[in-house]
């Protein structure tokens, strides 16, 4: 007797326990296309779109099939029934009819995979050609069909969806059966079709329903299993941290999270600083140097106007030096930002300040 892995039955591989990063869910969908959808959904809604559309074209299809017909069995004694032009008209007859139903599902096709892709997505690895599924694996087949959350799933549902609408045409059929058969029997053969047809669009339309709230709730449980089989492993979060610090743009938003919370920390930057250096209303930037770690002085903190004034008021209680130079402090404030190592053109000048200030003193 052959074993059964439990694995197949789990939820998720295990050890992928981390939440997907934007990173990959993006990977996914513009490289390999894939996307949290149900096709259950799409056929649902065009299946229901092309209901109402029968029922609202059903009179005018009457009458055309009528017209088809008449023109048939009117000329039935004087053209052929392979002449080309009765070939012609049974197409015309043919295509008018079915040419609205055709673009309609084109239409709803294209905007329900739109809606659940988010917009137009193009991924060409999902058109090469690939060699490895001419080789039948049942095992994984099995696995995904039978042992699974998704296999499970479909198989409850469709089980569902037969007995439900078998159900509810039972529960049609049986109300309406009587005065059918009344009709039948007085000879109404037109009220007994139309009677027919009332049947047929009741049942249509509860399916239609009833299937699209199975849509509805296979694309939660398509998007719920899309997300689990996206988790990541610790390690895999890990290295794609390593891969994206050197992406420029992740490097950027780092930057600029980093300036952040340094501005955040404005008061306790210019406390702990070296030296503040002012424009005396309008600028102020301070600095500070970890000799062990950096090789020159590092901008810490920076602000104009109020923030400026704030900065030396601070600097002053701190007793931290304030030395006033007009165009350095300008010159760093434009062209320096929090957690820059100060430029080596003014290296010379911030030598000369940190001189006067005594640093060097200071960490002996």
């Known amino acids: 007797m052959s074993q059964i892995d439990l694995q197949w039955f789990s939820a998720e591989e295990e050890g992928k ?3 997907p990063s934007e990173y990959k869910l993006r990977k996914a969908r513009n490289e390999e296309g894939r996307v949290p959808k149900s096709q259950e959904l799409n056929s649902t809604l065009i299946y229901l779109f092309q209901i109402l559309l029968l029922i609202l074209l059903s009179s005018w299809m009457l009458r055309s099939f009528k017209a088809c017909m008449y023109y048939f069995f009117s000329n039935i004694f004087s053209i052929e029934l392979t002449n080309y032009a009765s070939a012609y008209v049974f197409a015309s007859y043919f295509l008018k009819m079915v040419i609205p ?7 709803i096709g294209v905007v329900s995979n739109l809606v659940q892709n988010k917009g137009f997505l193009f991924a060409p690895k999902l058109i090469m050609p690939k060699f490895d599924k001419l080789i039948p694996h049942f095992g994984q087949y099995l696995k995904r069909t039978m042992f699974s959350l998704e296999g499970g799933f479909n198989i409850v549902k469709s089980l569902l969806k037969v007995v439900v609408i078998s159900f509810a045409g039972f529960l049609i059929i049986r109300g309406d059966i009587t005065r059918l058969l009344s009709m039948i ?3 109404s053969l037109d009220l007994a079709m139309g009677h027919v047809a009332s049947m047929a669009a009741k049942m249509l339309i509860i399916s239609a329903v009833f299937l699209l709230a199975v849509g509805i ?4 449980v398509q998007k719920r299993q899309f997300m689990e089989n996206m988790k990541m492993t610790k390690q895999e979060v890990k290295e794609e941290f390593k891969e994206q610090e050197g992406d420029p743009e992740v490097k950027s938003r780092l930057e600029n999270a980093q300036k952040e919370m340094l501005s955040r920390n404005m008061p306790k930057a210019v406390r702990e600083a070296d030296v503040l250096i002012a424009n005396p209303t309008h600028f102020a930037v301070s600095l500070a140097w970890k000799r062990n770690i ?3 002085p590092k901008v810490t903190a920076k602000g104009t106007d109020l923030t400026a004034l704030n900065m030396r008021r601070i600097a002053g209680e701190a007793g931290v030096p304030i030395v006033e130079n007009r165009p350095l402090a300008r010159a760093l ?3 320096t930002e929090i957690g820059d190592i ?6 010379k000048a911030i030598a000369t300040i940190y001189g006067q200030i005594g640093y060097m003193d200071k960490k002996k």
């Open 17 to 19: 326990t981390e939440e």
């Open 101 to 107: 139903f055709g673009i309609l599902g084109l239409v």
């Open 185 to 187: 029997q007085t000879g």
């Open 217 to 220: 709730v296979d694309y939660v």
């Open 294 to 296: 950096d090789d020159a």
């Open 333 to 335: 404030y434009t062209e």
């Open 342 to 347: 100060i430029p080596e053109a003014y290296i």
